[in-house]
């Protein structure tokens, strides 16, 4: 049976293909609407029978406006979520990168809010630029500031609750972070970069160095500092749900002796100010 309706057209599914099919295509209008996959979504119907003409415009340029739309919302939709990489490739540099990806990821939803989340991937995985595992750090960061942005609130860990725990049951205990934190673990410097485009100086040269980044929201801002290493690896271990003895242990062994109980003490105040963990789980 045909699935065409009573007037011969094609079915709204078959027109919506269609029109995905022209506007997302990278080619010329006249190419796009010739493409063999375009035309077989509509039963091989021209333009001419799809489309009504304006006062001003025929069928193929009133396609051609929605055509000449696409890419450049797909670059505003982008620009919002990764500043700081458009801010050190240049417009014209990050057009061409959000192109190239989009068409390795067009979009599949209704929203473009979540467009860019495999361009941190596609940058380490698919990008041919020499200076791409770069780039992928820089979208890590700034994907990350996203996804936290973007995360329900949550409750907060505070001292009052703390105080009322039983100095036995912290050995066993679990630190439940909250959903608005993020830790990454990166090659490249990335202060250098966040700093020239926060103060709109030149960008500077890629440096590798390992970097280690916490990133989380408070309230309705989003924080990040870099951390050391040991810090580092004892926060990702508690917000894994390690018990707090099972951290501690690993931690301190590369800690010195004489500085330990200082910077433990330091850093998990630090973390409680800052909001990073949302209650306490109690074996």
Not at 85 to 97: I, P, R, S, V
Not at 245 to 257: D, P, Q, S, V
């Amino acid at each position: 049976m045909s699935r065409e309706n009573a007037a011969g057209n094609p079915p709204l599914a078959g027109l919506q293909r269609w029109m995905q099919a022209v506007v997302v295509s990278r080619r010329p209008i006249d190419e796009a609407l010739a493409d063999p996959g375009a035309s077989r979504a509509v039963g091989g119907a021209r333009v001419e029978q799809l489309v009504r003409p304006s006062a001003t415009l025929s069928p193929a340029e009133r396609v051609a406006v929605y055509k000449d739309m696409y890419p450049l919302r797909m670059v505003e939709a982008l620009e919002q979520d990764y500043p700081l990489l458009q801010y050190h490739l240049g417009d014209e540099t990050f057009e061409q990168l959000v192109l190239d990806y989009v068409e390795a990821y067009p979009s599949r939803t209704w929203t473009l809010n979540r467009l860019g989340d495999h361009l941190p991937r596609w940058l380490a995985e698919d990008c041919p630029r020499e200076d791409a595992p770069f780039l992928a750090d820089l979208a890590r960061f700034e994907l990350a500031q996203t996804e936290v942005f973007d995360e329900a609130p949550s409750d907060v860990l505070d001292g009052e609750t703390i105080a009322r725990i039983p100095s036995g049951a912290w050995a066993t205990a679990r630190l439940r972070p909250i959903p608005a934190l993020r830790l990454l673990e990166l090659r490249h410097a990335i202060r250098p970069h966040h700093d020239a485009w926060e103060h709109d100086r030149p960008v500077p040269a890629p440096k590798r160095r390992a970097t280690r980044v916490v990133v989380w929201r408070r309230e309705f801002t989003v924080h990040w500092r870099e951390q050391p290493r040991a810090e580092h690896e004892l926060l990702a271990a508690l917000a894994g749900g390690a018990p707090l003895a099972e951290a501690l242990e690993a931690a301190t062994a590369r800690l010195r002796a004489r500085e330990r109980q200082d910077k433990l003490f330091a850093w998990f105040r630090r973390w409680v100010a800052d909001g990073l963990f949302a209650g306490v789980d109690l074996d």
